[in-house]
């Protein structure tokens, strides 16, 4: 195989699992909105390099407009929460001096109520799961709490393989010395069995006349 045509595959493979992983985020958003019989749900990524929350799935209001949309990482309640790594419930955001009404209202659909947790992976936080507009209850229970630590756990869960998954096509599509290296390792991983050996030997000598 040429190694544009293993790249090209290395690189497709990268692709296809980021798209499992964000089919996997849209079903967490889908299903917590169902169980909690909210308005909407949303899971923000952090993207640590530009010091935004992302918009990474959404359902319910706002789902045909706000994926990609981004929002400096201190913003509004989410930013509250991934900096202090708390979980939140809110029954009246409009007296909440947190709330960030006038982002709310750039995204067209303003909350009343909200329920949020960190996305937390290996003490990384990776970003924030909001549930919004459940119907009114008397108190929010324990069990709903843990309810939706188990969804923040699996959107966190999910958050890391599509880092993962990303950082994978970029190293593959990078011109650095790290990228020809991935691609060196690849090449070498797909050689038959009686190619392979002598290719590990050249790999070691290079190592040796590189190294310290």
């Known amino acids: ?16 699992a980021e798209a499992g992983h964000r089919e996997l985020l849209q079903s967490i958003v889908e299903v917590a909105r169902a169980i909690f019989g909210a308005r909407a749900s949303s899971i923000f990524l952090l993207d ?17 407009s706000l994926i990609g949309q981004r929002l400096p990482s201190s913003t509004g309640i989410a930013g509250w929460v991934l900096v202090t790594r708390q979980p939140l419930v809110l029954d009246d ?14 995204t067209g659909y303003v909350p009343k109520s909200l329920m949020a947790v960190p996305l937390l992976h290996d003490e990384e936080v990776l970003g924030v799961l909001q549930v919004l507009d459940r119907p009114q209850r008397e108190r929010f229970s324990l069990q709903e709490m843990e309810l939706l630590g188990l969804f923040g756990n699996q959107a966190a869960i999910a958050l890391d393989l599509l880092g993962r998954a990303r950082r994978a096509r970029a190293v593959v599509d990078d011109a650095s010395p790290l990228g020809v290296v991935a691609r060196l390792a690849a090449t070498l991983d ?23």
């Open 93 to 106: 955001l409009e007296n909440d001096p947190r709330f960030a009404r006038d982002v709310a209202e750039s």
């Open 48 to 64: 640590a390099e530009a010091d935004e929350l992302v918009f990474e799935a959404v359902a319910g209001e706002g789902a045909a």
């Open 1 to 16: 195989m040429a190694d544009e045509e293993l790249r090209d595959a290395v690189a497709a493979g990268a692709l296809a």
């Open 190 to 212: 797909a050689l038959p069995e009686d190619r392979r050996e002598p290719g590990l030997a050249l790999l070691a000598s290079l190592e040796r006349v590189l190294g310290p």
